[in-house]
């Protein structure tokens, strides 16, 4: 009976053929020796009721374990100094006119279009209640996959007024809205880390896709025990 392969030691899902890609591409797997707190700021996506509340019309049942890694990297990052940026989802609509019809019209299903609506309204959008969340931190909200796109939210404005070049990304999904702002973040010359286990997709073979295509493109992929020895 042939015996599953070890998980690596790093604890990333990232498969070999795509580590040893990387490695002879750039001569090694990671971008960071070190992090500058003052230049790095942790940004979480989408964790909020619609996608992490029990039978919310976007579940993503995995993003409910992320509750504890996310708690102890957002304390870690606090207590050096770096800025915690919680990016959370709203959607306005004026009658049958939305501020995205492209996605209310085409990509959600009718079946759970109105459900989707409310769950996404303006006003209502707080952190998920699992998560701690301290006076410090800064709140964003977005109306698109991706929040650096134009238009879509402040957050660029804000992380020019604060000095920063590298992004950490964590939340949910990892293959959509995770990885549409880690591509937006590197084409406009952010250094980008995701926190591979501090992100939930909706299988395990997607969030790793998804880690999989950052590192050999558009950063790189740490475990959130990682990012914190960096900073030590």
């Not at 395990?204 to 990012?227: N, P, S, W």
Request: glycine share 6%; net charge negative; hydrophobic share 40%.
């Amino acid at each position: 009976m042939t015996q599953p392969p070890e998980p690596p030691a790093d604890g990333l899902p990232i498969r070999e053929h795509i580590r040893a890609r990387v490695l002879a591409r750039r001569g090694r797997l990671h971008l960071h020796d070190r992090l500058d707190p003052a230049r790095t700021a942790l940004v979480v996506i989408d964790m909020q009721e619609c996608f992490c509340g029990e039978g919310a019309p976007a579940e993503v049942p995995a993003s409910r374990t992320l509750a504890d890694p996310i708690n102890r990297l957002t304390a870690g990052l606090r207590s050096a100094g770096m800025p915690v940026i919680w990016v959370l989802h709203a959607n306005t609509h004026h009658g049958e006119h939305s501020d995205w019809p492209n996605f209310f019209d085409q990509i959600v299903g009718a079946q759970v279009r109105e459900r989707t609506i409310a769950s996404l309204a303006p006003g209502r959008q707080a952190v998920w209640s699992g998560l701690t969340v301290a006076n410090s931190d800064i709140q964003i909200i977005k109306n698109r996959y991706s929040p650096l796109i134009p238009g879509a939210s402040t957050l660029e404005r804000v992380l020019r007024s604060l000095h920063i070049d590298t992004l950490l990304i964590a939340g949910t999904k990892t293959d959509i809205c995770c990885e549409s702002t880690a591509r937006d973040a590197m084409m406009l010359d952010f250094r980008v880390i995701m926190a591979a286990d501090c992100c939930a997709a909706l299988s395990d073979d997607e969030h790793r896709d998804a880690l999989e295509t950052i590192i050999q493109q558009f950063g790189d992929v740490m475990t959130a025990g990682h990012i914190l020895a960096l900073l030590r």
